[in-house]
RNA sequence: GCGGGGAUGGCCCAGUGGUACGGCGGUAGCCUGCUAAGCUAUUUCUCUAUGAGAGCGAGGGUUCGAAUCCCUCUCCCCGCGCCA
């Protein structure tokens, strides 16, 4: 939710920001008119209302005094009428002003690149030595500006569809006839590695004075529709037949929304959540995408951060989440480069956005593992998420980022420690795992 | 699932039909060698803002007037039942 009163003292920034991302500024011109409409009805609502107050407060008098109090009885009749009259079309009012204002994205940040579509994203950096196999020599030097350091790969890797096969760790068929596409049965040491994953970036975000928090798995339409956007619940979301639920489909949102309505002491700021939680997704919008494998299902396991902070200090956390994301890739030797996302292809919610995508050596291509978002103040304005300041209250800032999706990082881990058909186990996660290959 | 009790401002709590009492905490000021204490004001949201309106879990209803009475729903607590 954008902040009102800023949007009436000075639309042109959000009429910037709106076509900055694309879109057009009727939204904004709708919504100041029908803001004006609800404001000049909320005065006479509120006169008409300060005049039924006194007036009954006059028949309390009468009838303490027992005095006959009929004629201001019947006058307040006549004033509810009214007010029942102009309520009834405010109401109508006030339904399509909030539609519209749901409608309009959040401010972007200056520095933001201002285009459409995936090929305006900023490189920003890369790290990490990639294994590239021949062919996709030119693909992996455009994406990385030039800046990846690689080795030449003879032989192209096997897709982890078939490693998952050969190697007996995923079951797909079995799992098409039981739920559908898109869902797997897990097996063997990648299940034992995906659980190594999860301790493993949760002791990493614990030891960054992160708070370890398991969510809810399903939320209420009310709490969803203000931690998220339209697309989501369009694209994302399963809904619960005959129950009002939804399954969640990133920790993000039951995160943010825990503290809706709360008021919290700036000395508690920031909070810093490490989040651990299934994610379900429809993947509607993603048909014909990514179709074999375990490169992008209905349900996967997701650490995610989460951040409430003050507005000013957004930024910074921004930064801060992007490292951790980077600090955990890096320490799982897993090549990568940083996105900085432009006008175009943000969310409504988001700021700003970095997305950092490692190198797939068998597909050939930078994917995207991880999403760090700063969403300033706009998640928190709907779910009513303050801090108390010497002047009033503050709406907390929300950001967000993966610090590790389960699925893709073990793709991103058998596409890139194939060894003679085995898998290598990255070294940090030998401790956990208990066993440093993967083999038939 | 059944029965009983509950939800009031940041927190605690009073309030059986006449417009939310009091305390704690926070903030600002006053006072005082300092600190503490004390005193005063303030504390949520909205608006065209020296003023006004809304707000007592949510939504409806009755009434001139509802925190209070009635209906529906949500959540919490206690007991019973069921259960990994």
Redesign the pocket.
């Known amino acids: 939710m954008i902040d009102?009163?800023a949007l009436?003292e000075n639309p042109k920034n959000f009429i910037e920001s709106c076509e900055k991302r694309g879109f057009g500024k009727e939204e904004v011109e709708s919504f100041l008119a029908l803001?004006?409409e609800w404001?000049?009805n909320?005065?006479k609502?509120?006169?008409l209302?300060?005049r039924?107050?006194?007036?009954?407060?006059a028949?309390?008098e009468k009838?303490?005094l027992k005095q006959d109090?009929s004629g201001?009885?019947?006058e307040?009749?006549t004033i509810?009428s009214e007010i029942e009259a102009i309520e009834a079309w405010q109401a109508g009012i006030e339904g399509r002003r909030s539609e519209v204002a749901a409608l309009i994205p959040n401010l972007i940040h200056d520095k933001v690149f201002v285009g459409k579509g995936d090929d305006n994203n900023q490189f920003v950096r890369f790290w990490g030595r990639a294994r590239v196999f021949t062919d996709d020599v030119e693909e992996f030097s455009g994406k990385s500006n030039g800046k990846g350091k690689y080795e030449i790969l003879s032989t192209r890797p096997m897709s982890h569809v078939d490693l998952e096969d050969r190697l007996d760790l995923v079951d797909l068929e079995r799992a098409a006839k039981v739920s559908g596409a898109r869902f797997f049965y897990l097996k063997g040491r990648l299940l034992k590695l995906e659980q190594a994953l999860v301790s493993y970036a949760l002791d990493f975000l614990a030891d960054r004075a992160f708070v370890p928090v398991e969510p809810p798995f399903m939320m209420r339409y009310d709490p969803m529709s203000k931690a998220t956007d339209i697309e989501t619940f369009k694209e994302s979301l399963y809904k619960i037949e005959g129950e009002?639920l939804y399954l969640i489909s990133t920790s993000e949102h039951p995160i943010a929304a825990m503290l809706s309505d709360?008021?919290l002491?700036p000395e508690e700021l920031p909070i810093r959540v490490a989040a651990v939680s299934p994610c379900f997704r429809r993947e509607a919008g993603a048909h014909g995408k990514d179709t074999k494998g375990i490169f992008r299902v209905h349900q996967f396991f997701k650490v995610e951060q989460f951040i409430f902070c003050k507005n000013e200090d957004s930024w910074d956390f921004l930064e801060e989440l992007t490292a951790n994301a980077e600090a955990i890739l890096q320490s799982l030797e897993l090549p990568y480069r940083v996105i900085d996302f432009c006008s175009g292809e943000l969310s409504r919610l988001n700021a700003r956005k970095y997305d950092i995508e490692a190198w797939f050596p068998a597909q050939g291509k930078f994917r995207e593992v991880v999403s760090a978002s700063n969403n300033t103040d706009f998640q928190a304005r709907s779910l009513n998420i303050?801090y108390?300041e010497?002047?009033?209250?503050s709406f907390v800032a929300t950001l967000n980022s993966t610090a590790l999706a389960t699925t893709r990082t073990m793709v991103a881990i058998m596409e890139n420690f194939q060894d003679h058909g085995a898998i290598r186990v990255p070294k940090v996660l030998i401790p956990y795992t208990g066993f440093d290959t993967i083999f038939a």
């Open positions: 009102v009163r009436r803001d004006e404001r000049s909320l005065k609502l509120n006169d209302r300060k039924k107050n006194q007036i009954t407060q028949i309390g009838v303490k109090s201001e009885k019947e307040v009749r509810n009002d709360e008021i002491d303050r108390r010497k002047n009033g209250n």
